[in-house]
């Protein structure tokens, strides 16, 4: 019943930007922390922001400043928008579910994850 949906992802120029979704049902929203992460072909995840239930944010050095963790509670709907894109950004975006409100708290669940490709 639980299920996480990402869209959103293409193909962008650098120093383009692009605005992931990360659509859920099956829980409510709001009473649970929301994270974004990548993962580059070959390299290990990388945990890129986390918004908690109660919408406090939090982000990665390698995207601060550039991406921004966002929710809309009546759309069901987690975003990533990002800006400056550096072909570095190119890899799958995965969205994830936490255990609890928290940033600090683990990962439950996880989008199937939709690609980005920053390029010329």
């Known amino acids: 019943q639980l299920q996480l949906v990402e869209s959103g992802g293409g193909l962008v120029q650098p120093g383009g930007s692009l605005r992931l979704s990360c659509a859920a049902s099956?829980?409510?929203?709001?009473?649970?922390?929301m994270r974004w992460f990548r993962q580059v072909p070959g390299k290990e995840r990388e945990g890129l922001s986390c918004?908690?239930?109660?919408?406090?944010?939090s982000y990665a050095d390698s995207v601060k400043g550039r991406f921004t963790i966002s929710r809309d509670n009546a759309k069901n709907t987690v975003y990533l928008q990002m800006t400056s894109l550096h072909p570095e950004d190119t890899p799958v975006y995965y969205c994830?579910?936490?255990?609890?409100?928290?940033?600090?708290?683990?990962?439950?669940?996880w989008g199937p994850g939709t690609p980005v490709t920053v390029s010329s």
């Open positions: 099956g829980f409510t929203l709001d009473k649970y922390g």
């Open positions: 918004i908690s239930g109660g919408g406090i944010t």
């Open positions: 994830a579910k936490l255990y609890s409100s928290y940033c600090s708290s683990a990962v439950d669940a």
